[in-house]
């Protein structure tokens, strides 16, 4: 999948990964149905996150963009705070759930070190991506499915979406390409906190943030 299979996509696109929550913390895995706060760090983390754009705004002179957003807690808490810098209040947010995390079926909620002593090892190291469909959860071509229908509908104008770990991986591999994994380009990992910006095909960081990287992140 690449950015010609659209015949629009927000330009340019600011693509942000939520920051630290306390299941991030303490190594349980999230999903998408328990709201997950952030913690003191992660607080810091949005707050770096939206000086950062607040100076990029300032100084280029381009035009704020919207701001969407996964509808998951973490997702929004990060966005309020970005939010505010920007002059922009939680209400102007637009979320849609299909910018959130990928779905974990069976491992809501619980323990990494406890899935692993069931399943054996879930993770592959060397793409820091699970290495196995999720049970009764998503791989990766049924995140990019739904991201390919959000790109769709999107339009062009600028946007900036705040989201998840391997939903923003698959989500830059659609417009900007990356590493064929399980029949999906994603790209590569960035910390929590991290905010990329693409236009016209190319992607470049515009913040690197301070928290936790890989499928534990997530």
Request: a neutral charge.
């Amino acid at each position: 999948m690449a950015i010609r299979m659209f015949a629009t996509t927000p330009s340019p696109l600011y693509l942000a990964r939520h920051a630290e929550t306390v299941f991030n913390r303490a190594r349980r895995m999230q999903g998408n149905d328990a709201h997950t706060p952030l913690t003191r760090d992660g607080i810091a983390q949005a707050e770096a996150m939206g000086e950062a754009l607040r100076l990029h705004f300032a100084e280029s002179g381009e035009p704020l963009p919207e701001i969407w957003a996964s509808p998951a807690g973490r997702t929004l808490q990060t966005a309020s705070i970005v939010a505010e810098h920007l002059g922009r209040t939680f209400f102007d947010i637009r979320q849609d759930p299909r910018l959130r995390e990928i779905e974990v079926g069976r491992w809501t909620g619980r323990d990494y070190a406890a899935i692993v002593a069931d399943e054996g090892e879930i993770m592959d190291r060397e793409h820091r991506l699970f290495r196995m469909p999720i049970p009764e959860g998503e791989h990766y071509a049924d995140i990019a499915g739904r991201l390919s229908g959000w790109l769709a509908q999107a339009g062009a104008a600028p946007a900036l979406v705040i989201s998840h770990g391997i939903t923003s991986r698959v989500l830059r591999g659609l417009l900007v390409g990356g590493r064929a994994y399980a029949g999906v380009e994603i790209a590569a990992d960035l910390p929590q906190g991290s905010i990329s910006r693409i236009a016209d095909g190319a992607e470049r960081a515009l913040h690197i943030g301070s928290g936790a990287s890989g499928p534990r992140a997530a």
